[in-house]
Antibody, heavy 118, light 112 residues
Framework: EVELVESGGGLVQPGGSLRLSCAAS????????MHWVRQAPGKGLESVAA????????YYANSVKDRFSISRDDSRNTVYLQMGSLRNEDMAVYYC???????????WGQGTLVTVSS | DIVVTQSPLSLPVTVGQPASISCRSS???????????FNWFHQRPGQSPRRLIY???NRDSGVPDRFSASGSDTDFTLKISRVEAEDVGVYYC?????????FGQGTKVEIK
């Protein structure tokens, strides 16, 4: 059974930093492009960042470009999201998701909540 | 960024009756490989999204056949032939052709 487990969320002040982790099991992690998708409270879904297999390519939403960084460690089956210069509007549940089929998100984690508040 | 406009945003339905949700993209969603990467997800309260449909019309394993989807270019539709109580929640469409991948606003399906 595939499992994606996010961690690292919590309360952070505006302007602060946080690193999210997503540990994967039950799949051949190195074969999957990985994504972070967020959902603000009571709102819809927003793609945040993605990283290709081998970490060759990274992609960012305009709203987080130059503030967030996605990376992966295939030896640990883990993808990371380093978030900096956090703003109130970054407050959301952050999901990691695995792209097995091209152009789609096959598996999702349970999400980790990031709260930005002073 | 591509804008995906979903409608309706709220859909009260009677159990056993059909339901339909539409999404319209601001750009054509055919990728350079000829495929169209358009998906549908279902999210129940307090849960993560779960994919129902990929590549416009392909149902995921375990998805009941009362769910069907169609579309091309910029217009896509998800249909539920006979709504059941377990179908409540929010349905999202998503294009995976152009980065950043973008989602529709979501359609909240509830039972009348």
């Amino acid at each position: 059974e595939v499992e994606l487990v996010e961690s690292g969320g919590g309360l952070v002040q505006p302007g602060g930093s946080l690193r999210l982790s997503c540990a994967a099991s039950g799949l051949t992690f190195r074969n999957y492009h990985m994504h972070w998708v967020r959902q603000a409270p009571g709102k819809g879904l927003e793609s945040v960042a993605a990283i290709s297999t081998y970490g060759t390519n990274t992609y960012y939403a305009n709203s987080v470009k130059d503030r967030f960084s996605i990376s992966r460690d295939d030896s640990r089956n883990t993808v990371y999201l380093q978030m900096g210069s956090l703003r109130n509007e970054d407050m959301a549940v952050y999901y990691c998701a695995a792209e097995g089929l091209a152009g789609s998100l096959d598996y999702w984690g349970q999400g980790t909540l990031v709260t930005v508040s002073s | 960024d591509i804008v995906v406009t979903q409608s309706p945003l709220s859909l009260p339905v009677t159990v056993g009756q059909p339901a339909s949700i539409s999404c319209r993209s601001s750009q054509r969603l055919i990728f350079s490989d000829g495929k169209t990467y358009f998906n549908w997800f279902h999210q129940r309260p307090g849960q993560s999204p779960r994919r129902l449909i990929y590549e416009v019309s392909n149902r995921d394993s375990g998805v009941p056949d009362r769910f069907s989807a169609s579309g091309s270019d910029t217009d896509f539709t998800l249909k539920i032939s006979r709504v059941e109580a377990e179908d409540v929640g929010v349905y999202y469409c998503m294009q995976g052709t152009h980065w950043p991948w973008t989602f529709g606003q979501g359609t909240k399906v509830e039972i009348k």
